[in-house]
């Protein structure tokens, strides 16, 4: 999954996880994407080497992670082909994920969040 900003992220039973830096011995740490929480994972090589899984709030909803993982493909949809129409766009991307719990609210967010990346790439 990717971030607003198009960072990588890793998402584990519910619960968001950032990138933060490199440690010595080739160690990546990622942490909670939530400012206050003190969970966190370190990585070795792609091997989960020590894990902090106490978190301080609650998990994000199924949908609520679902409608971000669209919006962010719609989003880099919306950047490569500027041509295409959002409605289209939102339908295609809808039914390869198989997303069947999006409300209409939802699909107005993303024809946002389409338009706004198009007009961003316009101004460039």
């Known amino acids: 999954m990717l971030s607003q900003r198009g960072k990588d ?8 996880f950032r990138f ?11 942490v909670c994407t ?7 994972l ?23 992670l679902e409608r971000q993982k669209l919006t962010n493909n719609l989003k880099r949809k ?9 409605s289209k766009m939102i339908h295609t991307e809808v039914l390869k994920e198989k997303s069947e719990n999006i409300s209409t ?5 993303m024809r946002k969040c389409i338009h706004h990346q198009k007009n961003y790439v316009s101004e460039l």
């Open 9 to 16: 992220m890793k998402v584990i039973n519910g619960y968001k």
């Open 20 to 30: 933060y830096r490199h440690l010595s011995g080739n160690i990546d740490k990622w």
């Open 34 to 40: 939530r400012k206050n929480c003190n969970a966190y």
């Open 42 to 64: 370190k990585y070795y090589e792609d091997d989960l080497e020590e894990e902090n899984l106490d978190h301080n709030h609650d998990s994000d909803s199924s949908n609520t």
């Open 78 to 86: 919306a950047i490569e082909d500027i041509c295409q129409r959002p």
């Open 105 to 109: 609210e939802d699909v107005t967010r």
